[in-house]
């Protein structure tokens, strides 16, 4: 099935911000395997519904033409997304949850370790030089960067309205059952909730669905509509980080997912420095 161009303007009802509309926007028609969607390689899919408000989209160059989402495979190639994934293991392997879902955060240092977090930096001191190096450091700046300049694409906003802000993490999800509930990434959320200063959301996928693992795939959450991603390795998806981008994660059944959270704010107070080599 292959989804229709732009339809119509939607405003939204109640938006302080005429230039805000709130209904589908397909930047390109896109094949869509039923229920997920799957853009073809080189395909920006996009579409945005309901409300998208968020008091920091009205920031000056950062307000988006429309709210919503767009999925591409081709702004990350497979060999980058197997050179960052390879980051992620190196630090995943110094700890790693109990249950099923940990994460590595190279800005704070947070790493999960049995039941808790710890800070890698500190726990591991200079010994981390001989772990990740300064190539490691810069191909996530290189990244951050792609993605960035892809989201202000592709909202119509300026690269330099958005700020990188925390947090900025790594994720490594397998079927092992949830011990805390920091484990349980499954539950339906709303970014802007959960993280408070998201503004524009993406995450960039290091491993192939049905190929290193089942389950895991990415759900946006619409009345009778759920859109499905199905991550697989480079493919960057993208989203206003608002009410309009309800979303969850089907629990991983088999293997194991990775996948890295980068967000951007609106405001520069909640902008943080690209994560650096200690
Ligand atoms: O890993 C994903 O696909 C999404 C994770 C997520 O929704 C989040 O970290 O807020
Ligand atoms: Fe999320």
Same mark, same amino acid.
């Given at each position: 099935?292959?989804?229709?161009?732009?339809?119509?303007?939607?405003?939204?009802?109640?938006?302080?911000?005429?230039?805000?509309?709130?209904?589908?926007?397909?930047?390109?028609?896109?094949?869509?395997?039923?229920?997920?969607?799957?853009?073809?390689?080189? *395909?920006?899919? %996009?579409?945005?519904?309901?409300?998208?408000?968020?008091? !920091? =989209? @009205? $920031?000056? /160059?950062?307000?988006?033409?429309?709210?919503?989402?767009?999925?591409?495979?081709?702004?990350?190639? *497979?060999?980058? %997304?197997?050179?960052?994934?390879?980051?992620?293991?190196? !630090? =995943? @392997? $110094?700890? /790693?949850?109990?249950?099923?879902?940990?994460?590595?955060?190279?800005?704070?240092?947070?790493?999960?370790?049995?039941?808790?977090?710890?800070?890698?930096?500190?726990?591991?001191?200079?010994?981390?030089?001989?772990?990740?190096?300064?190539?490691?450091?810069?191909?996530?700046?290189?990244?951050?960067?792609?993605?960035?300049?892809?989201?202000?694409?592709?909202?119509?906003?300026?690269?330099?309205?958005?700020?990188?802000?925390?947090?900025?993490?790594?994720?490594?999800?397998?079927?092992?059952?949830?011990?805390?509930?920091?484990?349980?990434?499954?539950?339906?959320?709303?970014?802007?909730?959960?993280?408070?200063?998201?503004?524009?959301?993406?995450?960039?996928?290091?491993?192939?669905?049905?190929?290193?693992?089942?389950?895991?795939?990415?759900?946006?959450?619409?009345?009778?509509?759920?859109?499905?991603?199905?991550?697989?390795?480079?493919?960057?998806?993208?989203?206003?980080?608002?009410?309009?981008?309800?979303?969850?994660?089907?629990?991983?059944?088999?293997?194991?997912?990775?996948?890295?959270?980068?967000?951007?704010?609106?405001?520069?107070?909640?902008?943080?420095?690209?994560?650096?080599?200690?």
């Amino acid at each position: 099935m292959t989804l229709p161009l732009p339809q119509r303007p939607c405003p939204c009802p109640d938006s302080p911000n005429p230039h805000l509309s709130c209904c589908f926007l397909f930047l390109q028609p896109v094949q869509v395997t039923e229920p997920a969607l799957a853009p073809s390689p080189g *395909r920006v899919w %996009a579409s945005g519904l309901g409300n998208c408000l968020s008091p !920091g =989209l @009205s $920031l000056p /160059g950062c307000t988006p033409r429309k709210c919503g989402r767009g999925v591409t495979d081709t702004v990350i190639t *497979r060999e980058e %997304a197997e050179r960052i994934r390879s980051i992620a293991e190196k !630090g =995943l @392997s $110094l700890g /790693g949850s109990d249950g099923g879902a940990s994460i590595l955060d190279l800005h704070s240092g947070a790493l999960s370790v049995g039941k808790h977090f710890v800070n890698l930096y500190r726990y591991f001191g200079d010994k981390i030089q001989n772990i990740f190096s300064e190539e490691d450091f810069q191909l996530y700046r290189e990244v951050r960067r792609k993605v960035q300049l892809t989201i202000a694409e592709a909202f119509g906003i300026s690269a330099a309205s958005l700020h990188l802000t925390k947090p900025t993490f790594f994720s490594r999800i397998n079927s092992t059952e949830a011990r805390t509930a920091h484990d349980e990434y499954w539950h339906a959320h709303v970014d802007k909730v959960t993280y408070g200063s998201f503004d524009y959301t993406s995450l960039l996928y290091l491993s192939d669905y049905l190929e290193d693992f089942g389950g895991g795939r990415f759900v946006f959450m619409e009345e009778g509509a759920n859109k499905t991603v199905e991550p697989r390795a480079g493919r960057v998806s993208f989203f206003t980080s608002g009410s309009e981008n309800l979303h969850r994660v089907e629990k991983v059944r088999w293997g194991t997912r990775y996948a890295i959270t980068i967000a951007f704010s609106c405001n520069p107070d909640h902008g943080i420095q690209d994560p650096a080599f200690p």
